[in-house]
Nanobody, 119 residues
């Protein structure tokens, strides 16, 4: 069973930066695609960015393209989300998830990490 623990959230002014981390358990982390998602109360969870097992072919939602960077360190079983030029609409709880062997995202989610961007 893969367990995911997000960290790195906080309060930041608009235009600022944060780096989120997601530590994953499991000896086969390097075979997982990893993704970042976010959710605002009352709204659907939306995808933000994802990355395949090798670190290539990153995907970004249009709303974050050019400002966010997803990366991973397979030796540390960790995926990162560098968030630059943050906007108030980026305020949300951010979650990570894993897709073992490139399949579907896991049905269970971690506790997430709160990101609040003040204007």
């Amino acid at each position: 069973q893969v367990q995911l623990v997000e960290s790195g959230g906080g309060l930041v002014q608009a235009g600022g930066s944060l780096r989120l981390s997601c530590a994953a358990s499991g000896r086969t982390f390097s075979t997982y695609a990893m993704g970042w998602f976010r959710q605002v109360p009352g709204k659907e969870r939306e995808d933000v960015a994802s990355i395949i097992w090798s670190g290539g072919r990153p995907y970004y939602a249009d709303s974050v393209k050019g400002r966010f960077i997803i990366s991973r360190d397979n030796a540390k079983n960790t995926v990162y989300l560098q968030m630059n030029s943050l906007k108030p609409e980026g305020t949300a709880v951010y979650y990570c998830n894993a897709a073992p062997n490139g399949g579907s995202w896991l049905p269970s989610w971690g506790q997430g990490t709160q990101v609040t961007v003040s204007s």
